[in-house]
């Protein structure tokens, strides 16, 4: 499958609100290729070069709603830092990932989200939570795992999950007060 600025769902089209189903293990052979196109955009995206040359959008994530198919899978390709400065790279390649707790506390990006289905801009803080527990089958292991995570990564995680439920990190921006800040909350 082509993945491109041109294939993306993008949040004019009704498909993108669709609810995704959970898929089948062991997976397909078409979701198998679906699961390494997913992936490979995430990480031709992150490289200029091939961003350029293939048209792609540079991304963390993706899921697969956003090609179309409401399936629950989802690729995932970021870096953070550790509490001592050391970069932290996480790959993922995600089938029935779900939150199975969370934290009370707040985290938001200060520069806002963004999403490949998104092309207008939509300022305004995205709370959400600091604090993740995730289950999924990681297609990358071959293996159910579990995700502690926190900061950019619990973002990015609860940013492709909110895509099987039809939400777009817009939906969570107050329509009062965009930049509203919330006490506690974690600037990221």
Known sequence: MI???ETIVKDTDPKIRERSLPVSLPLSAQDAALMQDLYTYVKE??????????NLRPAVGISAIQVGIN????????????KDGNEINYEYCLVNPKIISSSIQQAYLANGEGCLSVENDHQGYVYRSARVKVKAFDTLTNKEITIRAKGFLAIVLQHEIDHFSGTLYYDHI???DPFIKIDDAIEI
């Not at 995206?45 to 293939?54: F, L, T």
């Open 3 to 5: 993945i491109n600025q």
């Open 71 to 82: 399936k629950q899978m989802c690729a995932i390709v970021c870096s953070d830092f550790d």
């Open 174 to 176: 107050s329509k009062n």
């Open 45 to 54: 995206s992150i490289d200029p070069q091939i961003a350029e040359e293939k």
